[in-house]
């Protein structure tokens, strides 16, 4: 906006001293040369980071494995490549978030064990919960489906979001059942005890702490804010957290009575 602002008001004056005389010319067509020469440096700087994002890419896809391997068995049910490269972009876009290489020699060992293992935890999550008993009706799978289609401004977009994913509706369909019966397990059955008070207080001094650390090391300190503006944040990720851990305690216990042969 400020950039907008700042085009509007230079337009502006120019403008206004359009009958300026010669002098004011010659100092507008400056402008205009000093303006060219930014948009072509903005131009060539777009250009440099198309490349390097074109080159991680292809990286990043040199991880990927064929669609039509079998990476794992869990259970007697296959674990297939197209689902292994579904999981390994989400694991890349995790360590790419925070700032990490994923194709780094380390990195990519890591982002390899992380896919494999959030599948086979996955696997046996969805196991447990239909074994349990829970299903996904037609209707609440057109409502997701309808949901996930709003995410798009047209059916054309959302068509090529499908093709770049490698996946079609009825493979769409199928997934959000998948995540519907996985969520009705997740909410009834994986219990989680609640956040305390005290719990959110000492997050919340932990993080003073290490904003005061910061600030000692030469690092400019933000101004904290009040524990009871971020309360319901804290509180929520606190819940995050331990829901994960429960999941990850769950999924330790199936390992222990299921047959998993990784075969990657």
Do not use: H, R, W
């Not at 890419?57 to 297939?80: F, I, M, R, W």
């Not at 829970?134 to 977009?157: G, I, R």
Request: contains cysteine; positive net charge; hydrophobic residues 30%.
């Amino acid at each position: 906006m400020k950039k907008l602002m700042y085009t509007m008001l230079i337009g502006l004056i120019a403008a206004a001293l359009t009958a300026c005389g010669s002098n004011d010319d010659a100092k507008q067509s400056k402008s205009d040369d000093q303006k060219t020469a930014q948009t072509e440096q903005q131009k060539e700087a777009q250009k440099k980071q198309e490349k390097q994002a074109k080159e991680m890419q292809k990286k990043l896809d040199k991880q990927k494995v064929d669609d039509k391997k079998t990476v794992a068995v869990v259970n007697g049910k296959k674990v297939s490549g197209e689902e292994y490269n579904a999981a390994l972009s989400s694991s890349q876009a995790q360590y790419q978030q925070m700032g990490q290489d994923p194709t780094s020699k380390e990195a990519a060992k890591q982002v390899k064990q992380q896919t494999i293992d959030n599948l086979v935890g996955q696997t046996l999550l969805l196991q447990e919960a239909e074994n349990k008993g829970y299903k996904a009706t037609d209707e609440e799978v057109n409502k997701k489906l309808k949901e996930t289609k709003k995410q798009f401004k047209t059916d054309k977009q959302f068509k090529a979001a499908l093709k770049d994913a490698g996946l079609t509706q009825s493979q769409l369909k199928s997934e959000l059942a998948d995540s519907i019966k996985y969520q009705q397990y997740v909410d009834k059955d994986i219990q989680t005890p609640e956040v305390t008070d005290k719990e959110i207080q000492d997050y919340y001094d932990q993080f003073a702490k290490q904003s005061q650390s910061q600030a000692s090391g030469g690092k400019e300190q933000s101004q904290m804010p009040k524990l009871e503006d971020v309360k319901p944040q804290i509180k929520q990720q606190l819940e995050q957290q331990k829901k994960q851990e429960a999941l990850e305690k769950k999924v330790e216990e199936l390992k222990k009575n299921a047959k998993v042969e990784v075969k990657l």
